[in-house]
């Protein structure tokens, strides 16, 4: 059983920051890559950021320059620094990890999934 939990969502004004987190636990064999992604109310869940296990960053164009992505890979945990938070970032934000357990040893990784949580950009 794997659990990924999110931290760090709120109510920020338009221009602040926040810093997401985001730690996996359980039987976890390897992780191949971890990331974000939102969901507009209405519309399908897209990728904010995403970093391979040896640092590959990947980021969509309307973040680039002010989200920054990075890991604890010793912890098994994910950070989204968001800086320059605008209210079309408002959105519900989940992390992914793509992942193997050990009873999925010799298998393909998985999706596994975050809870979400709410951010919310406003003055």
């Known amino acids: 059983q794997v659990q990924l939990v999110e931290s760090g969502g709120g109510l920020v004004q338009p221009g602040g920051s926040l810093r997401l987190s985001c730690a996996a636990s359980?039987?976890?064999?390897?992780?191949?890559?971890m990331g974000w992604y939102r969901q507009f109310p209405g519309a399908q869940r897209e990728l904010v950021a995403q970093?391979?296990?040896?640092?590959?960053?990947n980021y969509a164009d309307s973040v680039k320059g002010r989200f920054t992505i990075s890991e604890d890979n010793a912890k098994n945990t994910v950070y989204l620094q968001m800086n320059s938070l605008i209210p079309e970032d408002t959105a519900t934000y989940y992390c992914?990890?793509?992942?193997?357990?050990?009873?999925?040893?010799?298998?393909?990784?998985?999706?596994?999934w975050g809870q979400g949580t709410q951010v919310t950009v406003s003055s």
């Open positions: 992914n990890a793509l992942l193997r357990t050990w009873s999925d040893r010799y298998r393909s990784a998985n999706d596994y």
């Open positions: 970093i391979t296990r040896n640092g590959v960053t």
């Open positions: 359980g039987s976890i064999l390897s992780v191949n890559a």
